[in-house]
C-alpha cells in the first residue's frame, strides 16, 4: 500500500523542522506544504513548543484549518475559530515559586499565556521576537508581547494563567542556573528542551503526545494515520503513537535512537524531501 493511502494525515514540528533560523520558512518548503494542503483538503496539523500566536504568518500562507498544538501540548486552539479547546497551565503557586526563583537569579526567562508573551527587554530572546515582528509586513502576524506590565502581579491576582516559562541559555553556566531553578520542581513540574538552547518548565506530564491524543480524540481521528515530522526532545512522545515519523537531519540523537529502537526504516531528511510533494505533483 502507498504510504500517502496509508497515512492520509500529516502533523509537523515548527522549528528546526519546518523552520529554520529567524522563525523563516524557506520558499522549496512552502511550496511542498501548500502543495500537501491542496492534495489532502487541508490535513495539515502543526505541534509546536511555541504558542501558536507565535506563528500567525504560517497559519495564513498554508491555510491551516486544522486545530493547533502548542506550548508543548499545554494548549490546543481552533485555527478558524480562536476557541481554545484545551488548555493545561501551571499551578498558580508553583508558577510563582519559578518565576520567584529566577528573578532572584536574575536568570533570563519568558513567560508563556495563552493570549500574550511577557518578558524584559534585557532578554536576548525577546529581542529576536521583536526583530521577527519588525520585518513582518502585516501587523496582523506579529507575536503579541508584553514588556511593560508586571505579569508577577497578574499572576498574583489571578489575572492570567502561565502555560509555560521558557528558559533561554548560551553557556552550560547559564543551563546549570537554569537547572538549579527546575530542579526542587521536578516532582512537581515537567522540564524539556524545546530547542538546544531552549529549556521549558510547564506543567506535570503534559506534552505534545497528550495534546495529540485529545484532538484525535475531539476530531474522532486515528493518531496512526498520521505521519509525524520532528527534531527535538518535545517531540519524543508524539512519535510513539503516530503511525510513521520522519526526523530532520537535525534532530537530536535522542529521536534518532528511539527510531531505531522501534525498528523502524523511517527517512531523516528535510519536509521538501520526503516523498510527499512528489506524489501528489505526479498522481494529481
Known amino acids: 500500500m502507498n504510504l500517502v493511502k496509508k497515512y492520509p494525515y500529516v502533523i509537523t514540528d515548527l522549528d528546526g523542522t519546518i523552520a529554520g533560523k529567524g522563525y523563516i520558512i524557506n520558499p522549496e518548503t512552502y511550496e511542498a506544504l501548500q502543495t500537501y494542503q491542496l492534495a489532502s483538503d487541508y490535513h495539515l496539523f502543526l505541534a509546536s513548543g511555541r504558542l ?25 486552539r481552533d485555527s478558524l ?23 532572584a537569579g536574575n536568570v533570563d526567562h519568558i513567560v508563556y499565556t495563552a493570549n500574550m508573551v511577557y518578558g524584559h527587554l534585557e532578554s536576548g530572546r525577546i529581542a529576536f521576537m521583536l526583530k521577527y515582528n519588525a520585518q ?47 530542579h526542587p520542581f521536578k516532582d512537581a513540574a515537567d522540564g524539556v528542551f524545546s530547542q538546544k538552547d531552549l529549556f521549558d518548565i510547564q506543567a506535570l506530564n503534559i506534552n505534545k503526545s497528550r495534546a495529540f491524543k485529545k484532538l484525535c480524540a475531539l476530531k474522532g481521528s486515528d493518531p496512526q494515520q498520521f505521519i509525524f515530522y520532528g527534531d527535538n526532545y518535545n517531540d519524543l512522545e508524539l512519535v510513539k503513537i503516530v503511525g510513521y515519523t520522519v526526523a530532520m537531519g537535525n534532530s537530536v540523537l535522542e ?30
Open 255 to 284: 529521536l534518532k535512537k528511539l527510531l531505531i529502537q522501534q525498528q523502524w526504516q523511517l527517512p531523516i531528511m528535510g519536509f521538501v524531501n520526503i516523498f510527499l510533494p512528489k506524489y501528489y505533483q505526479k498522481n494529481n
Open 136 to 182: 513582518l509586513d502585516n501587523d496582523d502576524y506579529r507575536i503579541p508581547i508584553d514588556t511593560e506590565t508586571d505579569y508577577v502581579a497578574l499572576l498574583k491576582n489571578n489575572e492570567i494563567e502561565v502555560l509555560k516559562i521558557l528558559f533561554p541559555f548560551n553557556s552550560s553556566t547559564e543551563l546549570e542556573q537554569v537547572q538549579a531553578i527546575y
Open 81 to 103: 475559530t480562536n476557541e481554545i479547546l484545551y488548555q493545561q497551565p501551571l499551578p498558580q503557586a508553583l508558577a510563582l515559586a519559578v518565576l520567584t526563583k529566577a528573578i
Open 52 to 76: 501558536d500566536l507565535m506563528a500567525k504568518e504560517y497559519f495564513a500562507k498554508l491555510k491551516i484549518k486544522t486545530p493547533i498544538i502548542s506550548c508543548n501540548g499545554t494548549l490546543i
